[in-house]
């Protein structure tokens, strides 16, 4: 083994001993392409204490940094790069900002056993593939989301990196309504999970839905859901037990994306209905992706906006051009005559119209960047950027305000490895909802690229292969859950990047940065201000996957033996070298816990939406009264 063993546990390290990380708070990277979502540049990176304090050229060695960009030049207050500051050359190779997995479940109770990556293993091995924070999913005790949060808390203590929470609600009643109140304001937890399957054990029904829809937006709090129809999904399952299927398989036949399609339409409808914003959770099939595209574009409003777009884009051309030049004249009327019949074809322009306005909205921010750059305080630009990232939402959310979250194992793996004739490597890739037929997945990166979807997690929920064989002999008690926390960014980077379906800038924002969970600029940014989280990757490198170099603590690896190109080769978290020559360096109980602030721009503007709702209903109060 090349690497370290993969058997991590507190106390023990990579290769069994615990090397603290480097004592120096001082790093300067130099040399390599900066990367952010919006903006990309060649510039050196100085941190210093976990903080990026500098982003600009020619940080070099031997000359002097300038710590504080709004000091005068005059004035300025020159520091000479001492023998304390570490020095990483990355030369030829992309800063960014770690990735985010929105989407984890460590050390996840189920089925009476627990996911072996604990808040440390897991983050060991996160931060060993480029991800240096992630968001799990707080379990309620009984229902009690107080109660579950503790015991949450208590296993994130030895965390080795950054995390945040979610929280799943099972019931609902006013105690729960009043802890969602008490987890939003004093917690830090700004997103609740409602799982529409897992009947008896975590399905909520249409009613409390509807409740908690109601409650997350006077919360300010983001509605996330696990879309699968658990009413059909029970009754596929005793289906394939009478059929006598009982194998892996089994449990994709039993659900299939058909039930899928049905929960994520039946969601965002009771969503728009309350009006708050949904963010769809590990959207697996073709079927659930096309529900969230036709929401986020409601059909005439989508076509009156892109046309409106193509006559300023056309007129703008036509401004440059010779408007006494009749060919050029009868070209812009021909292209804008078949625009219109384009239009009219449906799903015609949805396959290049994302594509048009992604492009747009991503100047505006860099325009304002560029404008404001220097001098710019981090208040200043947490402004812009809120006014940036609200112009975006506008710009790429025409329809209602749904989220779409692929996971890797949706987008890279199919369905034909759970008929293996070897039940071991069936049993693993067994998750919920199931992995799909080959063409779901392809679809799904489509979606990702062209904006449908936003953000990519991993659901990494891992069982050995000990725990998956409790369900031999029925797939309704294998375990559910794959593993993915490692691999996301070498993933995302060889099926998106390598392929040239996103730009790298696209892969920040889809790996790190989404404004969805309001953590920026803190965390998704290379900017002076923001955390030190950051990553150096090789695009001429390459990685290859297997379960005996991995650093999870499961003995079995969905993505056994891919290869592929680009490598994280330095992880820093919080300021400190984690990762780097294959070796890791994480202490347990070094990691942070992130708050998150409610109201993310995903609620700009919907008080406004409910206001023109109650003026057109247009029917006056107790209309008829009774006379007795
Ligand atoms: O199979 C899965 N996805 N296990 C984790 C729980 C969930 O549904 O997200
Ligand atoms: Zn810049
Ligand atoms: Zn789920
Ligand atoms: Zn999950």
């Given at each position: 083994n090349q690497f370290c063993k993969t058997d991590i546990g507190i106390g023990e390290v990579g290769c069994g001993i615990l090397s603290p990380p480097s004592s120096t708070t001082k790093l300067l990277i130099k040399g390599g392409t900066v990367v952010n979502a919006h903006h990309q540049e060649f510039a050196d990176v100085y941190v210093e204490d976990g903080i990026i304090v500098a982003v600009e050229p020619n940080l070099r060695e031997l000359c002097y940094v300038r710590f504080f960009a709004e000091l005068a030049e005059s004035n300025a207050k020159w520091n000479k790069v001492g023998d304390d500051v570490k020095v990483i050359d990355a030369t030829g190779k992309y800063v960014m900002p770690g990735g985010i997995d929105p989407h984890t479940h460590l050390a996840m109770e189920a089925l009476n056993t627990?996911?072996?990556?604990d808040f440390f293993s897991g983050q060991a091995a996160a931060l060993a593939g480029g991800t240096t924070m992630h968001i799990d999913f707080v379990i309620p005790v009984n229902g009690s989301l107080t109660a579950g949060l503790e015991v949450y808390e208590e296993k994130a203590k030895k965390s080795c990196m950054d995390y945040g929470f979610h929280m799943v609600i099972t019931k609902f009643d006013d105690i729960v309504s009043r802890d969602m109140e008490i987890m939003v304001k004093e917690k830090g937890i700004n997103s609740f999970k409602f799982f529409l399957a897992y009947k008896g054990v975590l399905m909520v029904n249409d009613e409390l839905l509807l409740e908690g829809l109601k409650r997350c937006k006077s919360l300010g709090a983001l509605a996330m859901v696990h879309a699968e129809n658990g009413d059909a999904v029970f009754e596929g399952q005793k289906r394939m037990i009478q059929l006598g299927i009982t194998g892996p398989e089994g449990h994709a036949l039993s659900r299939p994306p058909l039930l899928e399609g049905e929960a994520t339409a039946r969601a965002i409808r009771l969503a728009g209905f309350v009006n708050t914003p949904l963010y769809v959770v590990h959207v697996m099939s073709i079927d659930a992706m096309e529900e969230i595209a036709r929401a986020r574009k409601s059909g005439l409003l989508y076509l009156i906006s892109s046309f409106l777009f193509y006559y300023w884009l056309s007129s703008t051309i036509y401004e440059f051009g010779n408007k006494d030049d009749v060919p050029f004249k009868a070209f812009i009327v021909t292209t804008r005559l078949l625009y219109v019949l384009l239009a009219v074809v449906p799903g015609s322009v949805a396959n290049y119209f994302p594509k048009c306005v992604a492009l747009l909205s991503s100047l505006l921010p860099s325009l304002a960047f560029i404008k404001t750059s220097r001098n710019l305080s981090y208040g200043t630009l947490n402004r812009v950027v809120k006014c940036t990232s609200t112009t975006r939402f506008y710009s790429r959310h025409i329809g209602q305000r749904v989220v779409g979250e692929p996971v890797v194992s949706g987008l890279v793996l199919d369905d034909s490895r759970l008929w293996d004739s070897d039940f071991t490597t069936a049993s693993?890739?067994?998750?919920?909802p199931p992995i799909r037929a080959s063409g779901h997945g392809k679809a799904l990166q489509g979606a990702l690229s062209n904006g449908v979807l936003q953000l990519v997690g991993t659901d990494h929920c891992v069982f050995n292969s000990t725990q998956k064989a409790f369900g031999i002999d029925d797939f309704r008690k294998i375990p559910n859950g794959v593993n993915g926390i490692e691999e996301r960014m070498h993933l995302v980077w060889d099926t998106m990047v390598e392929s040239g379906q996103i730009s790298i800038t696209d892969y920040v924002r889809v790996t790190s940065t989404e404004w969805i969970f309001n953590m920026y600029p803190r965390k998704g940014a290379i900017i002076p201000g923001s955390d030190a989280d950051i990553i150096i990757l090789n695009p001429h490198s390459t990685f290859e996957i297997n379960a005996r170099s991995?650093?999870?603590?499961?003995?079995?690896?969905?993505?056994?033996g891919r290869r592929g190109k680009g490598k994280v080769e330095v992880t820093i978290a919080g300021g400190r070298v984690v990762w780097e020559n294959n070796e890791l360096k994480v202490v347990p109980g070094s990691g942070k816990y992130i708050k998150m602030a409610p109201f993310s721009y995903l609620f700009s503007g919907l008080d406004r939406a409910d206001a023109s709702y109650l003026s057109s209903l247009n029917a006056p109060v107790n209309r008829f009264k009774s006379t007795t």
């Open positions: 627990e996911s072996v990556d693993k890739y067994v998750m919920s991995h650093h999870s603590r499961t003995d079995t690896n969905v993505y056994e």
